[in-house]
């Protein structure tokens, strides 16, 4: 197959083969599990459990709201002990609500399982959509973006071929590797299930050249009459070769519009791990309920891969890894590129935790101080995205972000080469959060904004309502009035006239002069 | 000559028209820049400006009576998008931007009078007469105009809780070797890169 190749992009040792060197652990389960409600890109989860409750394994403890969310479900069986709010896995170091499981040891599935569909192939791609929502799964290379959503292409796309990303690209993380070292035919099961809800007609496997093993196990898992529908692809190893947009590149040679979908092309692509949890979910009927985590760096005893529960805190996993190496002082959650530092080692694995890499202070010299930019343009060259990432600095720095998004902020992937390869130690990609973030928050503000001017808005119009409506009661009530007393006033000064014209001519008939007198002084 | 003449005076007349009929057919109502510059504000409406509401402000900004930076909860944002908006020049804030807080009422010392009620500017209190007043979390501006009427104090500002959802990445500390910025501070920072 001929291959592509992406702008820029950096050869980074690669650091895999400390955590595939022994084979994969299964660990046993923890006594609490600390499973967050929100896991995921999307709307946060509502508990379906209360404290006290038991749940079986597999059973769903939190339910999805929206439609790009995903369900949560219990790691094992066993009673809620709390919901209280937890240290997650965030760059923020922040809590949230997280439900904390006290396990009875027995494991026990009770029937929370879904109905086993071997039969696959008959059935439609809604209802098997609807199997990989009911499984809670997400996209497991890191993003966690909710799977059926991701399955669901707008109306009008045909999507012609499935893209399975096994590039794993960052240096350190091998969950990806050893899972298809191990279970190569559920991958290609897993791919065989998305393809059909997808009608798609070709899979393209990419696997990066550093992992023959993996390479091999697939080759050899694949049915000999699948040739030509699941192709397994050899890419060089490039960093960030592993970014959807970048594999896409590299296996076509087209690029993903800006702003757009790798479904606009036609291709949808999925992550190894996701795919293997797609096929438990509609043969087993098993929701996502663990993952292979990495734990590897030069601050653990015996760097290995990890089958850890959800909600497993990493202490436990660094312990079943031979626990830390003298001198660790940083832990960080994913790669040494993209990861984030994590300072608690109580935070539980999530759906999206690969790797965990703990570091000594040795292996992380300080980069030095930050120097300003000298426009060598070595971040241009590097950048897989094909930005200016030095233009995008100054914007972010001088807050504009108007200008800072026409040059594409949104297209930036936040790989990590330019501040790698930048001579000034520039933390060019915290500019880069930073400002996302900023232009995000700005926008919600604006909403919010609108929304309390249009409260402002209906109040004052309420009360010009009320004010006017007053008045023409009272001016209402002041007619009526009017009306009324003329009324009376006429009525009895007619009366009075008739009563007076009576006694006058009564007078004058009876010449009584005097009567008349008094009458008038009366009157 | 003549002719010449002729003709520059019919073309006068017939754009003469043509001004005068459209500048008629097509007045705007209203005033467009006061409705921009009160789409910048952050809609509070809590007077600190020393106008009575937002569109106020807004509208004496637009006039030229009002500076640009006077709207302590828009912050050096709101300064930097109206200098933008106007062709101003930014300015530092003249007041201090305080953190962001919503009221939150007392329930137990609350007397049901209605006044915050009468007070807020965008109807985020719900209550009636001698019951129960509360506000409404997410409606709150944070304006702070239900404090004063409040016959028994029983109204508190509450600092907003930092959630996940609200965190934002700092902005990373400038290099320590670059030119220190002129004093006005952090607006005037703003540099016009061209392209």
Known sequence: MHLHRFHGGLKLPDHKAESTAQPLLTMGVPKYLYVPLSQHIGAPTEPLVAPGDYVSKGQRISRAKDYICAHVHAPTSGRVKEIVEHPIPHPSCLSAPCIVIESDAHDQWGDSRMPAWLDWRERDARSLRDRVRAAGIVGMGGAAFPTAAKLNPRAGTRIHTLVVNGAECEPYISCDDILMRTCPEAILEGARIVAHILGAERILFAVEDNKPEALRALTDARRADEADFIQIVSIPSIYPTGGERQLIQVLTGREVPSAGLPADLGMVCQNTGTLKAIRDAVLHGQPLISRIVTVTGPGIREPRNVEALIGTRFADLIAAAGGYAPGVDRLVMGGPMMGFAIGDDAVPVIKGTNCLLATRPQDTPAPGPVMPCIRCGECTRVCPANLLPQQLYWFAKGKDFDSVQDYGLFDCIECGCCAHVCPSNIPLVQYYRFAKQEIWGRERERQKADLARERFEFRQLRQEREEREKAERLARKKAALARKEPDQGTKTAIDGAIERARAKRDGQSTGDASSADRERADG | ?195
């Open chain 2, 1 to 195: 000559m003549l002719h010449a003449i002729l003709a520059i005076a019919g073309l006068a007349l017939v754009f003469g028209l043509i001004l005068g009929y459209s500048a008629q057919r097509f007045r705007v109502e209203g005033d467009p820049i006061a409705d921009q510059i009160d789409a910048l504000l952050p809609q509070t409406q809590c007077g600190q400006c020393t106008y009575p509401g937002c569109r106020p402000y807004a509208e004496a900004i637009a006039a030229g009576e009002a500076d640009i930076n006077r709207c302590p909860p828009g912050g050096e944002a709101t300064v930097l998008a109206l200098a933008d908006l106007l062709g101003r020049d930014p300015k530092p804030l003249e007041a201090e931007t305080r953190e962001k807080a919503v009221a939150v009422i007392d329930e137990q010392t609350c007397i049901g009078c209605t006044l915050c009620i009468q007070a807020c500017p965008v109807d985020a209190i719900v209550g009636a007469a001698k019951q129960m007043h509360t506000v409404i979390e997410e409606e709150c501006t944070g304006c702070e105009l239900c404090l004063e009427p409040c016959p028994v104090d029983c109204i508190f500002m509450v600092p907003l809780q930092q959630d996940i959802a609200d965190w934002r990445w700092a902005q990373p500390e400038p290099s320590p070797v670059e030119r220190p910025r002129r004093a006005t501070g952090d607006v005037t920072g703003k540099r016009r890169e061209s392209a």
